[in-house]
């Protein structure tokens, strides 16, 4: 078979970017490849490689197309939304406020450079998102983003299009949709598919070869029947064995408020978009809820009305932990009091400065510290750190680390307060087998402080903490 790809022998310029050994790997016509690895391991620094986005100190990429392989090998990871919507002049909460959008582009307008209406339509069908052409693009849902990302790339025609855990942000209906999807584009004409994935059960039936990564270091690649097979590989990978956690010791009162938070009659609407309508909901303390529905439902919106993000809850009857929004307390006596994460305050999560100094903001709920921790605070900051196993990382730049390593650092921000309110938006988006677990671990026990409500939200049943005793489903307003 034609050789579409080589890698022989590359070693990058910089040490603190170099694999264990000199890294040797072909892609050959036909072949749709997933590369395997735990967080951290290597995955992202290996597609850079390819796309020749970082210096050889030894080796060559030999590329049929050699001039123009930018454009022939692309890429796409979640955190691209900075490609089309300038970071400097968007913020995390701006998607809530309507009357600062100026300058932010709609899908459509993204998409119409490139192809017309028609074309679009034709490729938006697959995924059912029609809708959202007229959106701008800080309005899209995580899962919506994930979606528009890979059908906007998709349009440019690439030979190699390498794509970093497309899954994470799905519904089951589109994660059932993408599968589908990437099997037809395993049929297109010259085209072949690089899936960066954390997790083996993604491994889409149309990849035909596996190239396994641990600890920056290439396996021997393997056919797709021949890895899912290999239990003693899977473990070697994937080591899911931890000694009993102990969480640093509870720094705050049990509260004793009754209501943690109830809405009456909610509705959300963004010009004609109406996001919620009609919502009630009532959360007491140390219910644990399961906050679930699909893509572009409004989860998120919801959430921001909690996390006093969102402006439009002086507008609606909303009470947080026993007393009525608007009367008097700031946003920050609010924030003081939960834990937060999300796929979009990750997204907009772009410090670069020591992974310690991230989860220490926690304390003053800025995105950035802006306040110097006391020496208290850092040394709970530390212990956090220990608990979720990235006690290694703690001087290392944010920006630095891989997208599974960044989620566990923003994970250890929402504990350091000891918070009444946990809000965990798909918490363990992007980790690997043993780091799901041992987040999950994490959670429950957490959980299992008194005065402790807990909302979370995942599209994976099998990711649930077993602690939820309360559901919400949101169902999606057309």
Request: contains cysteine.
């Given at each position: 078979?034609?050789?579409?790809?080589?890698?022989h022998?590359?070693?990058?310029c910089?040490?603190?970017?170099?694999?264990?050994?000199?890294?040797?790997?072909?892609?050959?016509?036909?072949?749709?490849?997933?590369?395997?690895?735990?967080?951290?391991?290597?995955?992202?620094l290996?597609?850079?490689?390819?796309?020749?986005?970082?210096?050889?100190?030894?080796?060559?990429?030999?590329?049929p197309?050699?001039?123009?392989?930018?454009e022939?090998?692309?890429?796409?990871?979640?955190?691209?939304?900075?490609?089309?919507?300038?970071s400097?002049t968007?913020?995390?909460?701006?998607?809530?406020?309507?009357?600062?959008?100026?300058?932010?582009?709609?899908?459509?307008?993204?998409?119409d450079?490139?192809?017309?209406?028609?074309?679009?339509?034709?490729?938006?069908?697959?995924?059912?998102?029609?809708?959202?052409?007229?959106?701008?693009?800080?309005?899209?849902?995580?899962?919506?983003?994930?979606?528009?990302?890979?059908?906007?790339?998709?349009?440019?025609?690439?030979?190699?299009l390498?794509l970093?855990?497309?899954?994470?942000?799905?519904?089951?209906?589109?994660?059932?949709?993408?599968?589908?999807?990437?099997?037809?584009?395993?049929?297109?004409?010259?085209?072949?598919?690089?899936?960066?994935?954390?997790?083996?059960?993604?491994?889409?039936?149309?990849?035909?070869?596996?190239?396994?990564?641990?600890?920056?270091?290439?396996?021997?690649?393997v056919?797709?029947?021949?890895?899912?097979?290999?239990?003693?590989?899977?473990?070697?990978?994937?080591?899911?064995?931890?000694?009993?956690?102990?969480?640093?010791?509870?720094?705050?009162?049990?509260?004793?408020?009754?209501?943690?938070?109830r809405?009456?009659?909610?509705?959300?609407?963004?010009?004609?978009?109406?996001?919620?309508?009609e919502?009630?909901?009532?959360?007491?303390?140390?219910?644990?809820?399961?906050?679930?529905?699909?893509?572009?439902?409004?989860?998120?919106?919801?959430?921001?009305?909690?996390?006093?993000?969102?402006p439009?809850?002086?507008?609606?009857?909303?009470?947080?932990?026993?007393?009525?929004?608007?009367?008097?307390?700031?946003?920050?006596?609010?924030?003081?009091?939960?834990?937060?994460?999300?796929?979009?305050?990750?997204?907009?999560?772009?410090?670069?400065?020591?992974?310690?100094?991230?989860?220490?903001?926690?304390?003053?709920?800025?995105?950035?510290?802006?306040?110097?921790c006391?020496?208290?605070q850092?040394?709970?900051?530390?212990?956090w750190?220990?608990?979720?196993?990235?006690?290694?990382?703690?001087?290392?730049?944010?920006?630095?680390?891989?997208?599974?390593?960044?989620?566990?650092?923003?994970?250890?921000?929402?504990?350091?307060?000891?918070?009444?309110?946990?809000?965990?938006?798909?918490?363990?988006?992007?980790?690997?087998?043993?780091?799901?677990?041992?987040?999950?671990?994490?959670?429950?026990?957490?959980?299992?402080?008194?005065?402790?409500?807990?909302?979370?939200?995942?599209?994976?049943?099998?990711?649930?903490?077993?602690?939820?005793?309360?559901?919400?489903?949101?169902?999606?307003?057309?």
């Amino acid at each position: 078979m034609e050789t579409i790809l080589k890698l022989h022998n590359l070693v990058p310029c910089i040490p603190e970017l170099r694999f264990r050994k000199p890294i040797n790997w072909e892609i050959k016509e036909g072949e749709q490849w997933a590369v395997v690895g735990p967080n951290g391991a290597g995955k992202t620094l290996l597609a850079d490689l390819m796309q020749k986005k970082l210096a050889l100190r030894e080796g060559e990429i030999i590329f049929p197309d050699d001039e123009n392989i930018s454009e022939k090998i692309r890429s796409i990871a979640f955190k691209d939304i900075h490609s089309f919507a300038d970071s400097k002049t968007t913020y995390y909460q701006q998607r809530w406020h309507s009357t600062e959008t100026d300058g932010v582009p709609t899908v459509r307008e993204l998409l119409d450079k490139n192809q017309n209406d028609e074309a679009i339509h034709r490729l938006f069908k697959y995924f059912n998102i029609g809708e959202m052409l007229d959106k701008l693009v800080i309005y899209l849902s995580s899962g919506e983003l994930r979606k528009f990302l890979i059908f906007r790339i998709l349009l440019t025609r690439p030979r190699i299009l390498i794509l970093d855990n497309p899954f994470i942000g799905l519904d089951a209906s589109s994660r059932g949709i993408l599968n589908e999807l990437l099997k037809q584009m395993s049929g297109l004409n010259g085209l072949h598919v690089v899936l960066l994935l954390s997790n083996p059960q993604d491994i889409p039936d149309m990849v035909t070869d596996v190239l396994p990564i641990c600890n920056c270091e290439c396996g021997s690649p393997v056919k797709r029947e021949e890895f899912l097979s290999d239990t003693v590989l899977m473990r070697k990978l994937f080591p899911v064995s931890f000694r009993d956690i102990s969480l640093p010791v509870r720094v705050s009162r049990v509260s004793e408020h009754n209501v943690t938070f109830r809405m009456e009659k909610v509705n959300i609407k963004y010009g004609k978009r109406i996001i919620l309508k009609e919502l009630d909901w009532e959360v007491k303390n140390g219910e644990k809820w399961a906050l679930l529905g699909p893509n572009g439902a409004g989860k998120s919106t919801l959430l921001s009305l909690i996390y006093a993000d969102n402006p439009q809850s002086y507008a609606n009857t909303l009470y947080l932990f026993d007393r009525k929004r608007g009367t008097g307390e700031s946003i920050w006596e609010i924030k003081k009091r939960i834990g937060y994460v999300s796929p979009e305050m990750h997204l907009y999560y772009m410090e670069n400065v020591p992974a310690v100094q991230i989860v220490g903001s926690g304390f003053f709920d800025s995105v950035g510290l802006y306040r110097k921790c006391s020496s208290e605070q850092e040394c709970v900051a530390i212990s956090w750190m220990e608990v979720f196993g990235i006690l290694h990382l703690c001087e290392r730049s944010f920006l630095s680390l891989s997208s599974g390593e960044q989620r566990l650092v923003l994970l250890a921000r929402a504990f350091v307060k000891d918070p009444d309110l946990l809000i965990l938006d798909e918490p363990l988006h992007g980790l690997d087998i043993a780091n799901k677990k041992k987040a999950g671990f994490v959670i429950e026990k957490f959980c299992n402080r008194p005065g402790k409500t807990l909302i979370y939200v995942t599209h994976y049943p099998d990711e649930m903490p077993s602690c939820i005793d309360h559901r919400f489903n949101l169902k999606k307003n057309y």
